[in-house]
């Protein structure tokens, strides 16, 4: 029975060596090489220098296998003992499998810092019980049970590298964001201006912005008797008998939250633009609140402030009659403002 790395030859009636580099598809990823050697392989830089001493006469001695002859030739001119070598390899620990020892050492001809690889003394089929195999990776990649790199998923390791979604590469990770978002600094999202830059809404429609996304109003949002007197304001005329039971006017405005707000919290202040003498402003909500998310507190005697009592989650709609009552102090004058607010709820929480 053969140890890991090599395999029976029926024809030698010995074990041999199994070229893991042949036979392993991408044996070696992230642009390292594979190198294969007695009873495992090596993944290194491609432009690392690799020296294999087997410690007896070159001609006693195969060469590494997956090693062509002009590396071969290379080694035994600069260490005189047979293997290859390769420049340009940190000297930093690298220790293939399958019975070989490695270690740093300086290469006397060139003083740069190589590999040697020794040949253990004993059988190279058999491998100590608890060998110490330690191979360097490229960045990205870490050590396997099997003595390969192998890419670590940083997506697994962590879910906070990404405020979205998290995708893992061949040696690295990317963050992702969804439709309407950008990715800003690598790894959080910016909702994106669609308003600014190619919109959809027609000339008669303008174009509001939120998060992760837009939508279209129409400019003049009246409908009748209301007629519009300047920008989303609606003015029922006072010579219109319908409007003596309606609101004096109404104003359209817009807002968006993200989902998952955290509460209780002020979003939107409204506040008088026409101040009587004499007279008292109540505000409530007059519509738009069937379940309670908002609550209206009056800051002062011409404003009030809306507050978001219950988290909201998107994508979603709301929209929020705000309702100004004024009356004079004797009763005998009494009209009515509404504030139309539009709350656009984000699908996200950024």
């Known amino acids: ?163 979205y979604q998290c995708v893992n590469e061949p040696g690295k990770f990317s963050c992702m964001c969804p439709q309407g978002y950008q990715v800003v600094r690598g790894r959080t999202c910016q909702d994106i201006n669609e308003c600014e830059t190619t919109n959809e809404c027609r000339e008669d429609e303008m174009c509001w912005n939120y998060h992760g996304g837009f939508r279209c109003y129409p400019r003049n949002p009246c409908q009748d008797p209301y007629v519009l007197t300047s920008e989303n304001r609606c003015v029922c005329p006072v010579s219109n008998a319908m409007c003596r039971e309606l609101p004096q006017s109404i104003v359209y405005k817009y807002m968006s939250i993200r989902s998952d707000r955290s509460v209780p919290s002020d979003i939107f202040q409204i506040q008088a633009t026409t101040i009587y003498a004499n007279t008292i402003n109540t505000f409530r909500i007059k519509s738009g609140n069937e379940n309670g998310e908002f609550y209206l507190r009056q800051t002062s005697p011409v404003s009030a402030m809306l507050v978001l009592v219950k988290s909201l989650s998107g994508p979603r709609e709301y929209i929020v009659d705000l309702e100004m009552l004024t009356v004079n102090s004797i009763g005998t004058f009494r009209t009515s403002s509404v504030l139309r607010l539009t709350i656009i709820v984000g699908p996200f929480s950024f």
């Open 1 to 163: 029975q053969c140890t890991d790395g090599y395999e029976w030859d029926p024809v030698r009636q010995q074990c041999k060596d199994i070229d893991e580099c042949d036979i392993v598809p991408d044996a070696c990823k992230g642009g390292m090489k594979c190198v294969n050697h007695y009873g495992g392989y090596l993944c290194l830089p491609k432009t690392a220098q690799i020296i294999v001493n087997n410690e007896q006469p070159q001609q006693e001695t195969p060469a590494a296998e997956g090693v062509g002859a002009a590396a071969n030739a290379a080694a035994t001119s600069s260490t005189g003992t047979g293997g290859v070598a390769a420049s340009g390899m940190a000297a930093s620990g690298v220790v293939p499998g399958g019975g070989f020892v490695a270690s740093a050492a300086a290469e006397v001809q060139t003083g740069r810092n190589n590999f040697v690889i020794r040949r253990n003394p004993a059988d190279p089929q058999r491998i100590p019980a608890n060998p110490s195999h330690r191979i360097q990776c490229a960045t990205g990649y870490e050590q396997s049970e099997h003595n390969v790199c192998q890419d670590i998923d940083e997506c697994r390791t962590s879910s906070y590298l990404c405020q």
